[in-house]
């Protein structure tokens, strides 16, 4: 088993990097200074994995759409009972997530850490369904998607991309429809799981006061050895195109909600440099030391508490949005691109980019003061064959011409403007 030390020059912490016989990529992340100690366990599969090909197999299989979160949802139940009922007697604080890429169990703790690791690793590698818990889970997860048909900020995200893309699975709920639910299967679900649960394609980090040695010794004894199976993931063709540059809706709302922004190319990976410039792209634009931002909001035409933006990516998918909450949504897209043509003329100022390099730069730094942060970035970064220092690196030692480069993604052809309003 070869352990490998990773240390950032800047941040001037280290960590480890492991990988198990058993094909398991292991993060172990010291800090004992930290209060909490935070453990991830995940796997390289999220919703919009719905079409693949195993290495082993010699054709791809469709799957009905939402079995990832269904998956995490089962995976807490077992024959004997459920994991949160285990947790309670060791005092763990657990939850997971499913996202678009992949599928996250979690816990947090100040002590038992072995026995809560234990919990962790057993109960994500031990399935369990049948018919009756399966119809089941499909009443709950059904009424969960009901529920979020009528939540705001879900519908104005999903909306925007609806609009955004044509074909790519992005498009679809994170927990499918109702009606792709009532499909999913005990085989179906055993099959997905065979496939995507696989340890060379999942991750564990634990981040805090723990022994290294304690760690690796509760892996060998518990983790399950696996075939080393490929998955080739395959979405139908996805044009540069967007279907629609304005989509409205109305809910049960005070103030119009909006999504605004562009569609960039999914087609190639993203590197650590390119998610960085993006970032500080974004800071220099719209952050709240902007003069954009002041504006919107000498204006009324935002408040302060609402206004985001956000640079998201994965395979097949990438977008820079702006968000937020406005009487008149259009008038804030109509500054935004005028802000971003400005740039596009004159250049983006050199104190704007300066000031939002050591933002953001600051931020990172700080995030390593954080077991859930740090846990959570080394997965997520690990899962698309990114690295931690790396990006911190590639923040501090991005140059104008590099960012400035970025503005490419603005295309005004390839904007979406999506708008809730009150009923």
């Known amino acids: ?11 001037g912490d280290s960590y480890y990097k492991i990988k198990h016989p058993t094909g398991l990529t292991i993060f172990l992340y010291p800090k004992e200074d930290c209060a909490a100690t935070f453990a991830m366990f995940g796997t390289k599969y999220g919703s919009i994995d719905n079409c693949f090909q195993r290495s082993d197999e010699e054709q791809p299989e469709e799957v009905p759409e939402g079995i990832a979160h269904f998956l995490e949802h089962k ?17 763990a604080s657990a939850n997971a997530f499913t996202g ?10 100040t002590d038992k850490l072995y026995d809560s ?4 690793l057993d109960f994500v590698q031990s399935p369990y369904f049948t018919e009756q818990t399966v119809e089941k889970e499909q009443g709950i997860i059904g009424q969960e998607i009901r529920m979020y048909d009528d939540e705001p900020q879900w519908q104005v995200m999903f909306n925007y991309l609806r609009a955004m893309y044509h074909a790519h699975p992005i498009r679809v709920d994170t927990a499918g429809t109702v009606e792709s639910i009532a499909r999913i299967t005990p085989e179906y679900l055993y099959r997905c799981y065979h496939t995507f649960y696989n340890l060379h394609n999942m991750a564990l980090a634990v981040c805090g006061n723990f022994e290294t040695e304690k760690v690796l010794e509760l892996c060998d004894r518990l983790l399950k050895p696996s075939e080393p199976v490929e998955v080739k ?9 967007i279907v629609t540059s304005h989509v409205e809706k109305q809910l049960s709302v005070a103030i119009p ?8 190319s999914g087609k190639t990976r993203k590197t650590e440099k390119d998610i960085a410039a993006m970032e500080i792209l974004l800071e220099s634009l719209a952050s709240e030391a902007s003069p954009l931002f002041q504006r919107l909001l000498e204006q009324n035409l935002i408040n302060e508490s609402s206004f985001d933006f956000e640079y998201f990516e994965g395979e097949g998918y990438a977008t820079a949005f702006f968000s ?7 008038a804030v897209a109509d500054a935004i691109w005028e802000e971003i043509s400005k740039y596009k003329q004159d250049g983006i100022p050199q104190d704007a980019f300066e000031r939002s390099k050591r933002a953001l730069y600051g931020e990172a730094i700080s995030a390593l003061n954080s077991t859930s942060s740090i846990s959570n970035a080394l997965l997520s970064f690990s899962f698309k064959g990114r690295e931690l220092f790396t990006y911190i690196d590639a923040l501090a030692e991005l140059t104008l011409e590099e960012v400035q480069q970025k503005l490419s993604v603005f295309d005004k052809e390839k904007s979406v403007l999506s708008v809730i309003r009150p009923l």
């Open 100 to 109: 678009f890429d992949s599928t996250c169990y979690l816990f947090s703790c």
């Open 233 to 241: 993931r395959i979405f139908p063709p996805e044009p540069d195109t």
């Open 117 to 120: 690791l234990e919990i962790l």
């Open 1 to 11: 088993m070869k352990l490998e030390q990773i240390t950032g020059k800047r941040a």
């Open 324 to 330: 937020g909450e406005s009487n008149d949504p259009q």
């Open 257 to 264: 909600l909006f999504n605004f922004g562009f569609k960039d």
């Open 75 to 91: 995976l807490f139940e077992s024959e004997d009972g459920d994991a949160f009922s285990r947790y309670a007697k060791t005092g």
